[in-house]
């Protein structure tokens, strides 16, 4: 496949490892923020490519993942109202509210619909009349203009049956309350496709504040290995700075037209993350101007209080402190076919991700 | 979840382009990226066409790539 292929020839993944190796004299650790990334250092098996010197930690960015148990317990309150069908992202489904779980409400009988993109919810809507349409919005600043753009067509065409839950999320403050936590970072590789639509100074800060490197890397091996020798070149020097491997996607000033509509539609929220807890304006909330569009304002449901599962470790492992291997649920109580956290669920999970690519 | 593919574009009609990814066609939405011509390559997410994929870029990338390869003897 064009764009994808020239990326992951062996020779040249394995002589940016050996100029890495050259390169590499100082112990640093890098985090990865993105779950695709996670899951392509777990594929390509890149970790065995890097000098001891040099360590891989994953950070907090599936959205899945991170997605709080109340907001997991509100979806599942609204799929069981009669009138509503609940449509979401397919990651979504299997992950494991306080009581339940969308799928098991699925089971029971409840309309709960995996769309592949949001569009289609507002097909479903307009089919359906005489029910109401709610959409799980879950992701980053990639998605989120993709829901911005559907509530936008919704006002257009007048659809009053379509209806957001937003948990969508920003990077930047996340990766700034890490650091402030104090997890020991050297540098960020940095997620591709969210850079692709806030462009790259949003890390800005990173660089000149808590003097980290930062590489917006594509997803490809070799692009991830050139990210990581960036990296190295940077950190050896004592020179952090942001720089873009991902040159073909992403540039330094974003995709105007999504920024836009993510300005038009959704405003900045203090949100709850799994594992991490409460990260100011680390939320994206659908703006007073867009309300008819918003699930929180249309329905008033019981939610059950929220419970995290038990013995979990995810918030750990989001944060980088630990990995699935130090989590005793691991492989044992702990599948992708019976999670008993987030990080299993989804396929880019931290857990999932070691799951699948373990020895 | 961010995870985005390359796509080829067949045809533009107004806000949606069908596109191609490895001979199977999809729709991809133009609601957030305008200018795109048959022949492009976009990234697709989620049924958007995020970003185009800069030919000249890519090309530069891999260029760079290759002569860290070439230059192994040098470093």
């Known amino acids: 496949m064009k764009y994808i292929d020239e990326y992951r020839k062996k020779e040249l993944i394995l002589s940016i490892s050996q100029k890495i190796q050259k390169r590499s004299v100082k112990d640093i650790v890098l985090m990865e923020v993105c779950g ?21 930690i994953s950070g907090p960015g599936c959205p899945v993942c991170v997605s709080s148990q109340q907001f997991l317990d509100q979806a599942m ?16 489904i299997r992950v494991p509210g306080s009581v339940t779980s969308l799928e098991k409400e699925r089971a029971a009988g409840r309309d709960v619909r995996i769309v592949y993109s949001v569009l289609e919810s507002l097909d479903i809507a307009r089919q359906n009349p005489d029910k109401k349409v709610v959409f799980l919005g879950i992701g980053f600043e990639t998605t989120a203009p993709a829901t911005a753009a559907a509530i936008v067509q919704a006002r257009e065409r007048n659809l009053g049956n379509f209806f957001v839950l937003s948990a969508h999320k920003v990077m930047p403050p996340v990766m700034k309350a890490l650091l402030d936590e104090g997890v020991k970072i050297d540098g960020f590789i940095a997620p591709g496709h969210v850079s692709a639509i806030t462009g790259t ?52 000033e974003g995709n105007k037209m999504a920024q836009h509509l993510l300005n038009e539609v959704f405003v900045a929220a203090d949100d709850v993350w799994r594992g991490l807890g409460m990260i100011p304006e680390s939320g994206l909330k659908i703006s007073p101007k867009f ?10 449901v019981p939610v059950e209080p929220s419970t995290e599962p038990k013995g ?21 109580a702990c599948t992708p076919d019976h999670p008993v956290g987030a990080c299993m669920v989804s396929g880019e999970g931290t857990c999932a991700s070691y799951y699948k690519y373990r020895d | 979840m961010c995870l985005a593919i390359p796509a080829k574009v067949l045809s ?37 066409a995020i970003q185009k994929v800069d030919a000249e870029e890519a090309e530069e990338t891999l260029r760079l790539l290759q002569e860290e390869t070439d230059n192994r003897p040098g470093i």
């Open chain 1, 36 to 56: 695709g990334h996670t899951m392509a250092i777990q594929r390509f098996g890149l970790r065995s490519l890097l000098p001891s010197s040099i360590r891989l």
């Open chain 1, 77 to 92: 309150a609204y799929a069981r109202q009669p009138d509503v069908i609940l449509t979401t992202y397919g990651d979504l």
């Open chain 1, 201 to 252: 100074s949003i890390y800005n800060d990173l660089a000149e504040k808590y003097k980290l490197g930062v590489v917006v890397s594509g997803f490809e091996p070799a692009d991830m290995m050139q990210a990581v020798l960036m990296l190295t070149e940077q950190l050896e020097a004592n020179s952090p700075k942001v720089e873009v491997q991902y040159n073909r996607v992403v540039h330094i």
């Open chain 1, 291 to 300: 309300a008819d569009f918003d699930a929180t304002k249309h329905f008033n």
């Open chain 1, 312 to 332: 979990c470790i995810c918030g750990q492992i989001l944060r980088g402190n630990k990995t699935p291997v130090d989590c005793k649920l691991f492989a044992k």
């Open chain 2, 12 to 48: 533009v009609d107004g806000i949606a382009a069908v596109v191609s990814i490895e001979g199977v066609e999809y729709t991809a939405s133009l609601l957030m990226l305008d200018n795109v011509v048959a022949g492009d390559y976009i990234m697709l997410h989620a049924g958007f």
